[in-house]
């Protein structure tokens, strides 16, 4: 490769090229290379290799529906080779179904009707980064949500055809992904719901993202969509969902994995199972997607600023922006969702009034009057549900 075409790629002069050695191949780019094999736009930030874990910059969460190229990656395990979606079978089986069943992929699309929601999807460590003391894990920053349209058939029609028995109260899903180790005997990630959630109108079998087929890193051939809940339970490559007659027991159920203290915790502090609970409804959060932090604009002209909110399993009623470190705050134009588990989103202009450095703060207020905090809410052993206000810098010239 010739080095104006390594700089093209890099889209930065590389400033001691000379020092380099001959054949040699700039980190910057392998990394690139590595997220257009996983068909990621390569702005988005690689915190981890092995496995995937890929998240994206809060500005390029701009769109209204997440598009593929920019939807974040969280994965466990290893990244399964591409199926052949022709000999995909999706089993249902466990404890509380009256018999195992297995479905192709064609009986799923044809036997069941059809639905496409927008589901936010947000890993339960997002925000994590800014934990202090930090906590073990992928030190991500606001960036491990995404917003899609996904299309497929409702887990509970699927179930109802199954035929459960009355003493279900869980699933508990299992994909194709391999452990880290590659022992077969392991599971990488084995997650689930109470089974009400399981039977909730929005929990899907999804098939499609955005109208096509689901990007590998996300998922392809199949993989369960369950809004409102930490994106966890929201298993890829799915090949078997076990309807539990008890709580889950799959890999990542176990304390302290998606749990968090019933009472506060000090860092440090030896884990109880007793006083830890499992995730369930994601908390309130919203980010400024637009402009850039770091963005300079003129006096003159009102700056429009917009983002997104959203609330686990209930409504955004409200977004509220701040310039003057939290004193005061401004109603923002807030959108209703598109269907329940949606993010919403909100705008305002702002008048900036002198030439400086601002900070644009926003903060969401859900329909039970919930709102954010303006900094890092409650320690805890695995840094989850950091929903601290986003903030973003302006310079006004
Ligand atoms: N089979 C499988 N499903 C999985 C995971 C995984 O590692 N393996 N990761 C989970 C976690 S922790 C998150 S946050 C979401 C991430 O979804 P995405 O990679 O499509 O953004 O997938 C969930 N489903
Ligand atoms: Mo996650």
């Known amino acids: 490769m010739s080095l104006a075409t390594m700089a093209s790629i ?30 990621k736009d390569p702005a988005l930030k690689v915190l981890n290799d092995r496995p995937w874990n890929v998240e994206t910059p809060i500005h390029l969460l701009d769109d209204k529906v997440t598009p593929a190229e920019k939807m974040f990656v969280r994965n466990n395990g290893q990244l399964p080779k591409r199926p052949d979606p022709g000999s995909w079978k999706l089993t249902i089986q466990g404890e509380s179904v009256k018999s195992e069943k297995s479905y192709s992929l064609s009986e799923l699309k044809s036997k069941f009707k059809q639905f496409t929601f927008q589901v936010t999807l947000e890993c339960g460590g997002n925000g994590r980064g800014e934990f202090y003391p930090p906590t073990e894990g992928n030190q991500w920053g606001q960036g491990a949500v995404s917003c899609a349209n996904w299309t497929g058939v409702r887990l509970k029609d699927v179930l109802q055809d199954v035929g459960i028995k009355a003493d279900a109260v869980y699933i508990g899903y299992y994909g194709t992904d ?71 027991d799959g890999a990542k159920m176990e304390t ?129 549900l950091n929903n601290a206000c986003h903030r973003i810098a302006v310079k006004v010239t």
Not at 192 to 206: N, Q, R, W
Request: aromatic residues 10%.
């Open 10 to 39: 890099l889209g930065a002069e590389i400033v001691y090229a000379k020092q380099m050695l001959n054949d040699y191949i700039p980190i910057g780019i392998n990394e690139q290379e590595d997220l257009k094999s996983l068909g």
């Open 178 to 248: 391999e452990h880290l180790s590659g022992d077969p005997k392991k599971e990488s990630i084995s997650r689930g719901v109470p089974i009400a959630k399981a039977m909730e109108e929005e929990t899907l079998l999804a098939f499609q993202m955005n109208g096509k087929d689901i990007p590998l890193a996300n998922g392809y051939p199949l993989r369960l969509v369950v809004g409102g809940y930490p994106a966890s339970v929201s298993g890829k490559w799915l090949k078997t969902i076990a309807v539990r007659n008890k709580v889950h």
């Open 256 to 384: 302290p994995s998606y749990q968090v203290p019933i009472e506060p915790m000090e860092p440090g502090e030896a884990i109880k199972a007793e006083n830890m609970q499992i995730i369930t409804s994601m908390p309130i959060r919203s980010i400024i997607t637009y402009p850039k932090s770091g963005a300079t604009f003129a006096l003159s002209a009102a700056l429009k600023i917009r983002g997104h909110a959203w609330a686990g399993e209930q409504e955004v009623s409200k977004v509220a922006y701040s310039i003057d470190f939290g004193s005061t705050w401004t109603s923002a134009t807030l959108e209703k969702p598109v269907n329940r588990f949606a993010w919403q989103h909100f705008e305002a202009q702002i008048k900036f009034p002198k030439k400086g450095y601002y900070e644009v703060w926003a903060m969401a207020t859900d329909d039970q009057g919930k709102s954010q905090p303006m900094v890092v809410p409650g320690w805890n052993p695995k840094g989850y």
